[in-house]
């Protein structure tokens, strides 16, 4: 239940900040397609007191 910042992000923050944490992944169409993201809401002690999922928002920009 602890998250641990390394490199240049670790002099940016002190301990009980609130951060977001972002990923990103390279993926093909088909992929894409059937993805389905996830938002995990974090509450006191680092519990998970929310997962938000949703549907892609329509066709990839640029992309039909």
């Known amino acids: 239940r602890r998250i641990e910042l390394n490199g240049a992000a670790a002099r940016e923050f002190e301990p009980d900040d609130r951060v977001i944490i972002l990923h ?3 993926m093909s169409d088909d992929e894409y397609r059937q993805h389905r993201p996830q938002v995990a809401l974090m509450g006191p ?3 998970i007191s929310e997962i938000i999922r949703y549907e892609p ?3 990839r920009s640029g992309r039909e």
Request: no cysteine; glycine share 22%.
């Open 24 to 26: 990103f992944a390279h």
């Open 45 to 47: 002690g680092n519990e």
């Open 57 to 59: 928002d329509g066709p």
